[in-house]
């Protein structure tokens, strides 16, 4: 039974059913690399057994799947679905930057700079819900290296200032 609201609106399930299909195709191709058989071993106990079978078993049923999803789909609504999809590949950028500046400027400072700038990203506009999201960004900073004693390399920066500061912003911040 097919829903109306169903065949206006992409699902992606003909993507999903894609790339799955693609990704074990992909991991069975790297299994005579990765798993070994050995002789006089019965066939159930060789290490290669179950992984070989998983992985066939996701490559034929990933292929039905595909081919269901391939006879059923409307193929503009799936690259419109596409689209949305790729969309959310903007924040592994602003996610990736965030990492390259911990380094240079520091865990406190990045930090500082980006909760807000990701906030206002999302479509937060007022001051007060900005400040909320750098303080939020302040105690978190706090709590991990403080509290959880996790250890993120101090930034590049922290050369700059004098020894006392600098070894307090190290440890700290």
């Not at 206006?8 to 693609?22: C, T």
């Not at 006879?71 to 689209?83: G, I, K, V």
């Not at 990736?96 to 990045?110: D, F, K, N, Q, R």
């Amino acid at each position: 039974m097919s829903d109306k609201s169903d065949q206006r609106h992409p699902s992606g399930d003909l993507l999903f059913a894609g790339f799955f299909l693609v990704i074990a195709l992909l991991l069975l191709s790297q299994l005579p690399w990765q798993v070994q058989w050995f002789p006089k071993t019965g066939f159930a106990a060789q290490p290669a057994f179950w992984p070989t079978a998983s992985l066939i078993g996701m490559v034929v049923f990933g292929a039905a799947h595909f081919a269901t999803r391939f006879r059923l789909s409307a193929f503009r609504r799936e690259w419109s679905e596409a689209s949305i999809w790729l969309r959310s590949v903007e924040f592994v950028v602003w996610f990736m930057i965030y990492v390259h500046t911990v380094p240079v400027i520091g865990y406190l400072a990045s930090t500082l700079i980006f909760a807000p700038l990701l906030a206002y990203r999302e479509g937060y506009r007022r001051p007060r819900t900005l400040l909320i999201a750098a303080v939020t960004g302040f105690v978190i900073v706090v709590f991990f290296k403080s509290f959880l004693s996790v250890k993120i390399p101090g930034g590049m920066i922290y050369e700059y200032l004098p020894t006392g500061l600098r070894t307090f912003m190290i440890i700290n911040f």
